[in-house]
């Protein structure tokens, strides 16, 4: 059975692209069949999987607005088991061009519909903002995960797109959950790092993964050779911490028969 997952945040620079482009990628090394939707009119989840968008015919854009079936856009990317759905700056016309759309929350969801019988996962790249294509996206998920940058003004927002997750669960996708909360660019040497992971998981409790991703060199660098960071550096920092998000997410949900020893605890730490 298909997992959709989306990635949001309408706040920018927290790590949604690079939460995206890994938790897929760590997913599909894992052996699990990943689709990821690039969601973004930016595109930075197809260039960071290695395409160049001068090369991109179609894209998400194609299959919202043109009814272009998603079997002919979908790509396969350089990871083995990861697949792509690339976007194109052309997304940023959809929204208007689906405003008067009799059925327009629904539209990525009726699009992936068609192949979800063909993947374990499919990860969904939201755009820094609450608007159609978001909606569209959180509408289309069964649960969503929220980057959340540890610093000063990581919970600015929050609260705002989790009034919007409550409106689509009220209104339009009664099954959507939150997954999880990740802390990410953790700097374990700063006091307001440790603030501030401190301050949301006393808000927040249980919704906040153990794993936290630190602040890596790698994991900004991946992106440039266009590939995740998993398989730019398999041992980095960040390469480890969204393996382990995987895992956590894979344990969340009975999805796989982990060792105890390879179970993730607090702050990503394994048992001794």
Do not use: W
């Not at 894992?30 to 991109?56: C, H, M, R, V, W």
């Not at 976007?87 to 208007?96: C, F, K, P, R, Y």
């Not at 440039?224 to 382990?244: H, I, K, Q, R």
């Amino acid at each position: 059975m298909c997992k959709v997952i989306a990635i949001a945040n309408q706040k920018g620079g927290v790590g949604k692209t690079t939460t995206a482009i890994n938790l897929a990628a760590s997913l599909a090394v894992l052996e699990y069949k990943t689709l990821i939707i690039d969601g973004d009119p930016q595109a930075n989840s197809t260039t960071g999987n290695g395409f160049d968008l001068k090369n991109i015919q179609l894209s998400l854009y194609d299959c919202m607005v043109n009814d272009t079936p998603v079997t002919q856009v979908i790509l396969e990317t350089e990871t083995p088991n990861l697949h792509l759905l690339p976007s194109h700056l052309d997304l940023v016309g959809a929204e208007i061009e689906l405003i008067h759309h009799p059925n327009r929350e629904h539209v990525m969801r009726l699009a992936i519909e068609q192949v979800k019988k063909d993947y374990d996962f499919i990860i969904i790249d939201c755009s820094p903002s609450l608007g159609l294509i978001t909606v569209n996206a959180l509408t289309a998920a069964d649960s969503v995960v929220i980057p959340v940058q540890c610093e000063y003004f990581a919970l600015e927002g929050l609260g705002k797109l989790l009034n919007t997750i409550k409106i689509v669960q009220t209104r339009i996708n009664k099954e959507l959950q939150i997954e999880g909360i990740l802390m990410t660019m953790y700097d374990g040497r700063l006091r307001l790092s440790n603030q501030v992971v401190e301050e949301i998981k006393n808000h927040f409790d249980e919704l906040v993964f153990n794993t936290i991703v630190h602040r890596n060199t790698r994991l900004g660098e991946a992106p440039s050779f266009g590939t995740p960071a998993l398989m730019y550096d398999a041992e980095s920092t960040g390469a480890v911490n969204y393996l382990n998000l995987a895992k956590e997410i894979l344990q969340k949900n009975n999805m796989t028969k982990i060792k105890n020893e390879d179970r993730i605890f607090e702050n990503g730490d394994h048992v001794e």
